[in-house]
């Protein structure tokens, strides 16, 4: 006897719509596995669902951003709401592979949230690729705050602001002073500021270089931030101690941007990134396509020789690729 065939896109969306977990994880790797599927789901969904609220985690490795998730994911279940949880873990440039351990700090809080691991796959910036895709998709089966948790790879950590509504950066005391602060430019994409960790030594100076910089937000750019100043919090994940006050300001922040056209303009900037993304991948993988074929792979062994330029390898490469506009239009 033959086994049934698995539910397409259509079928099983239709179950996770009914609270089915499993359907709900499934999709989520249709979407992750990218291709016509992940189209076709995409399809299936409105084009502009600003339900829900998708909130961003960020910061350096070592700030306590999953333990200070779990204990939120804790908090949001007291309040009868319904969280979901994207861990996104940095794949090794070398294997590919990725821990997807971040979920074993929320385990302990994670009762009625879902949560789900998800490797970089080489792409840069705290992000996967299929993030953008995936918060949409949580949000469209009710899923209400959707919280992403980025890598934690540090200054140049700034994807998670095209994909939230709320970024969150969590920093802890000896994180570095205000001219350290100021190097980072996700002072100037965060909404909440948290300073973890709040017990130890240290916790009241790293608040103070964090007021410092936005009182000095005429010089680094902050002041340019339409609405509000950004609030920060104290927290201490492993007592739960300003994880109400976390919860509070993040919602704060987006009722700020619903009451005005803060939340609009910020969603279609995200997806105008998602396009430009989307579109780089594409390339990427033209050109890849291009420099695998017999030709692709004579130009490259000439330029590994030496006996003709990156430039005019790329003339060749962009020739056999069909009709290209003129240079400089």
Known sequence: MSPSPSPGPAALLRVARGGDRRAVARLITLVERGGDTALEIAGLLPAADDAGHVIGITGAPGAGKSSLTGRLLACLADAGRTPAVLAVDPSSPLTG???LGDRVRMDGFAAGAFVRSMATRGQQGGLAFAVPATTRLLAHLGFDPVIVETTGVG???VDIASAADT????TSPGWGDAVQANKAGLLELADVLVVNKADR???RDARRDLELMLD?????GLEARAGRRPEIVLTVATTGDGVPEL??????HRASLAAGDGLVARRRRGRRLELAATLERSLRALVDTAMDTPAGRRVLADVEAGTMSPAD???VLL???GPQPPRGA
């Open 97 to 99: 592979g990725a821990i």
């Open 155 to 157: 200054q140049v950590e």
């Open 167 to 170: 970024t969150v950066l969590v």
């Open 201 to 203: 030594p240290g916790a």
């Open 216 to 220: 000095l937000g005429h010089i680094s």
């Open 247 to 252: 919860l509070a300001a993040a919602d704060a």
């Open 313 to 315: 390898a790329c003339a």
């Open 319 to 321: 020739a056999g690729m």
